[in-house]
């Protein structure tokens, strides 16, 4: 069975500050890799996916994030984060084929000014 | 991508009573999938709904207490039954949707007294 793991339980960080957000996964086959956000108050909502082809991969917001398989992670990025990015993510993966999606438990993220 | 509709958004029930929550799909889809995620904590999954069988349930959740009915492709229902205040969570169901990941409801609060 699938398993992932996200190092960090709640990241702060102050306006302008590079991000990253650890996620590792525990899957022997192929993956479907994938990063969420759900905003105070909000729904789901996908950040980035990763099925194949190239390992860096960008989403929506100036997120991006690198698949390296040998690390069996990825990692979520953005250069410079701005207070609207307070949220909670969640890196969540799949195995091909119309699996259901396996969840970290989250990073809650906090922008200060 | 596919969209949901899922209601009620919030409900408060009174403990031993059930709630069914509905989710409607604007596409046809093999399969829908239920989670929940109870308060500051992440998304586990309940149950993975297919057209015309039963759902199949993941461990830790049993169908007297969470039936699910799939009647069509485009629609699917989760009741919680003989609710407890432990019951108190968000409920969401989602789906596949090609190329676009998973698209997730907007959720189903449910506040058990």
């Known amino acids: 069975a699938q398993s992932v793991s996200q190092h960090n339980h709640h990241v702060i960080l102050s306006e302008a500050a590079s991000l990253e957000l650890g996620c590792n996964y525990s899957?022997?086959?192929?993956?479907?890799l994938f990063w969420y956000v759900q905003y105070p108050g909000q729904h789901l909502q996908l950040l980035l996916k990763?099925?194949?082809?190239?390992?860096l991969v960008k989403g929506i917001k100036g997120f991006e994030a690198e698949f390296i398989k040998s690390k069996f992670s990825f990692n979520l990025r953005k250069p410079s984060v701005q207070w609207s990015d307070t949220a909670e993510y969640f890196c969540a993966v799949n195995a091909r084929g119309n699996t259901p999606l396996v969840f970290g438990k989250g990073t809650r993220l906090s922008v200060i000014a | 991508s596919a969209v949901i509709s899922q209601k009620p958004s919030r409900d408060i029930c009174q403990r031993g009573t059930s709630l069914t929550i509905q989710c409607q799909v604007d596409s046809q889809v093999t399969m829908m999938f239920w989670y929940r995620q109870q308060p500051g904590q992440s998304l586990t999954l309940i149950a993975t709904?297919?057209?015309?069988?039963?759902?199949?349930?993941e461990s830790g959740f049993v169908i007297d207490k969470f039936p699910i009915s799939r009647p069509n492709l485009t629609f699917s229902t989760l009741t919680v039954s003989n609710m407890s205040p432990e019951d108190s969570s968000i409920y969401l169901c989602?789906?596949?949707?090609?190329?676009?990941?998973?698209?997730f409801g907007s959720g189903t609060r449910l506040t058990v007294v």
């Open positions: 899957y022997g086959g192929t993956v479907n």
């Open positions: 989602s789906v596949e949707a090609e190329n676009y990941g998973y698209t």
């Open positions: 709904a297919n057209q015309g069988s039963e759902a199949t349930y």
């Open positions: 990763y099925f194949s082809g190239d390992p």
